[in-house]
C-alpha cells in the first residue's frame, strides 16, 4: 500500500488483517489471563527464563485489564470511536485548501513552503495556513475533545492512575526517568533559545524568530548528491564505525531493499520495516538528491542495523517500546552527520549544523511544548470538552514558556495540534517525549563512542540486542548509561551546545 496507494489487492487485504487483529482482543485477554496464573520465577525451562521479562510484564499488567467480553466490546468499539474520529480527522486536514495569492494549495504543499529560500513565500504561507484553519477547526477540535475522552475514559477503567502512567507502563520506563528527562530539558530551554536568536539575528528579525522562519534556510548549499553518492558515503562512514554496521547498509542497498525515488502514488516520507520473521528489512525513501536525502537514508538503515540486531532474539523479544524506537536511526544520523561537518566547506558545515540544530531545537523545544499541551489539554478534557479558543490558547502558552524569547511572540503558532498526528491516537497518549529521549540517548551512545572507539561498536550492538526485553533503565546499564541521573541527559545536552557555539562563530 505505501509503494502503491492504489493498488486494490493491498487495500483489500488490508482491511481483512485489520478486522482480524480487531478480532484477536477477546482471545489475547483470554492468553494473557491465562499466562498471569503461572509462578514464572520458579521455573528452569530455559525457553520460559528467555522469556522472563515478557511473561512478568504479562503477570504485573494483568490488573490493567478488562475481563473478555470487555475487552472486546473495548476493540470493536474503538473502531467507531477513537479510530474514526482520527480517519475523520485525517480527512479534514488532508482536503483542506489553503489560498494563498488567489491560488489554492493542499496543506501538504503549505508546510512545505516554510523551507522555501524566499522570505515572502515563507511569510505569506504561514499566515495563509493559520488563517485557513478556520473551516475545519471546530471538527479537529471535536475528534481532539472525542480522542482524549477516549482515553481517560478506558485508563479509568483499567484502573491506571493517568493516562500518562499507562504510556510510561508501555513505554517500560519510569515516572522518574521521564522526570529527570523533562527536568533537563527544561534546563536547556535557554541555551535553544539563544540558538533561535541567533537565527533570527542571521535572517535580519530584531525580536526573536518568528514562527514562519524556523525552517528558512540559512545558506544555501550547491553540494548535490545523487543516490549513488549517497549510498558511498553512508555505507563509508556505517564502515568506519563498524564492518557490521557498514556491511548492513551494503548488503541492504545491494539487495534493493530500498525503494528509492518518488513516483506517483507512492506515499511520501521514509520508513523502515523489520520483518523479524525473514531476517531482512524493507525501507521506503523519496530519494531527492539533498543532503537531507542521505541523511534520511541513514536514518531508515539505522532502523533496519536495530532489526539486523534483534534477529537472533525470539520474535516475542523483538518488539521494542517507543521511546527507543528512534534510537538506533538518530544515532546513525549522528555518525554521517559528524563525518559530512569534517570535509566540509565553511558554507557547507553552516549548512549542515543549521539544519541539525533546527532538527535538535525540535526535538526538545517543541516536543517540551508539546508535552506540556497534552498535559494540560488532558487534565482540562476531565471536566468535559475543550473549546476551539480554550485549546488554542492552551497551545500558545506552552509554546510561550517552552520557546521564550526565542521566538517573536507576535509569531506564534495557535493550531500546532490541527495536523501532526501524535495527539489522534487514544491507546498511545504523549506521543512527544519518546522523540526527546531517543535523540539524547543516541548523543549519549555517541559519545560513549567518542570515548571507547572502535570497540565500543560491539557493546552498541548488544546493547540494540537487549531492547525487546527488559526495561529502558535496565537496557541503558547494559552500557553503562543510568538513565535517572541527570548527568547522562547533560552531557547530551552539552554535545548540542557545542554545536551551538561553532554555530555562533560560522555566522559571525
Ligand atoms: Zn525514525
Redesign the pocket.
Known amino acids: 500500500m505505501s509503494a502503491n496507494t492504489q493498488d486494490l489487492q493491498a487495500i483489500k487485504y488490508s482491511s481483512v488483517i485489520e478486522n482480524l487483529l480487531a478480532s484477536f482482543a477477546d482471545s489475547s485477554a483470554r492468553i494473557q489471563k491465562w499466562l498471569a496464573q503461572f509462578d514464572i520465577e520458579n521455573t528452569n525451562e530455559p525457553y520460559i527464563q528467555e522469556h522472563e521479562y515478557l511473561l512478568k510484564e504479562i503477570k504485573e499488567n494483568n490488573r490493567y485489564l478488562l475481563d473478555e467480553q470487555s475487552e472486546a466490546v473495548l476493540a470493536t468499539m474503538k473502531t467507531t470511536g477513537s479510530s474514526a474520529w482520527a480517519k475523520y480527522k485525517d480527512q479534514l486536514i488532508s482536503s483542506l485548501k489553503i489560498e494563498i495569492d488567489g491560488k489554492k494549495y493542499p496543506l501538504t504543499e503549505v508546510l512545505n513552503m516554510a523551507y522555501s529560500p524566499d522570505a515572502d513565500v515563507r511569510k505569506k504561507a504561514y499566515e495563509a495556513e493559520v488563517n485557513g484553519y478556520g473551516s475545519i477547526e471546530l471538527g479537529v477540535a471535536s475528534a481532539l475533545n472525542a480522542i482524549k475522552g477516549e482515553a481517560l475514559t478506558v485508563a479509568q477503567m483499567r484502573g491506571y492512575n493517568s493516562v500518562l502512567q499507562r504510556t510510561l507502563i508501555d513505554s517500560r520506563m519510569q515516572q522518574k526517568t521521564l522526570d529527570v528527562l523533562l527536568k533537563t530539558m527544561k534546563k536547556s530551554l535557554p541555551m535553544f533559545q539563544k540558538y533561535y536568536r541567533l537565527k533570527a539575528k542571521a535572517l535580519g528579525h530584531q525580536n526573536g524568530l518568528p514562527w514562519y522562519d524556523m525552517y528558512a534556510p540559512v545558506v544555501e548549499t550547491g553540494s548535490d548528491y545523487p543516490y549513488d553518492k549517497g549510498c558511498d558515503f553512508v555505507v563509508e562512514q556505517f564502515h568506519s564505525f563498524s564492518n557490521d554496521l557498514g556491511d548492513y547498509a551494503k548488503k541492504a542497498i545491494d539487495s534493493h531493499w530500498i525503494d528509492v525515488y518518488p513516483r506517483e502514488n507512492k506515499v511520501g516520507g521514509a520508513f523502515c520495516s523489520n520483518l523479524h520473521c525473514l531476517k531482512e528489512s524493507r525501507f521506503l525513501l523519496n530519494y531527492g538528491n539533498q543532503f537531507g536525502d542521505v541523511i534520511t537514508m541513514a536514518?531508515?538503515l539505522g532502523?533496519g542495523f536495530h532489526g539486523y540486531c534483534l534477529n537472533q532474539e525470539y520474535a516475542l523479544n523483538a518488539d521494542y517500546p517507543m521511546p527507543i524506537?528512534?534510537t538506533a536511526?538518530t544515532f546513525c544520523e549522528t555518525i554521517v552527520k559528524k563525518a559530512a561537518l569534517k570535509n566540509a566547506s565553511k558554507n557547507d558545515q553552516l549548512f549542515i549544523l543549521e539544519n541539525e540544530l533546527c532538527d535538535c531545537a525540535q526535538v526538545i523545544v517543541d516536543i517540551y511544548s508539546r508535552f506540556l499541551f497534552e498535559s494540560r489539554v488532558i487534565e482540562k478534557r476531565k471536566e468535559g470538552p475543550l473549546s476551539v479558543d480554550e485549546i488554542k490558547e492552551i497551545m500558545v502558552e506552552a509554546q510561550k514558556e517552552a520557546y521564550g524569547d526565542g521566538l517573536d511572540q507576535n509569531y506564534l503558532h495557535p493550531y500546532m495540534w490541527t495536523w501532526k498526528p501524535h495527539y489522534y491516537e487514544a491507546d498511545y497518549a504523549f506521543y512527544n517525549f519518546p522523540y526527546a529521549f531517543g535523540l539524547l540517548l543516541a548523543k549519549g551512545l555517541y559519545g560513549l563512542y567518542q570515548k571507547e572507539g572502535k570497540s565500543f561498536a560491539k557493546k552498541y550492538e548488544h546493547f540494540l540486542s537487549l531492547t525487546g526485553k527488559m526495561s529502558l533503565e535496565d537496557v541503558g546499564k547494559s552500557v553503562g548509561i543510568d538513565l535517572q541521573d541527570e548527568a547522562f541527559w547533560q552531557n547530551s545536552i552539552d554535545m548540542i551546545s557545542e554545536d551551538i557555539d561553532l554555530f555562533e562563530q560560522l555566522l559571525a
Open positions: 536514518h531508515e532502523h524506537a528512534e536511526s
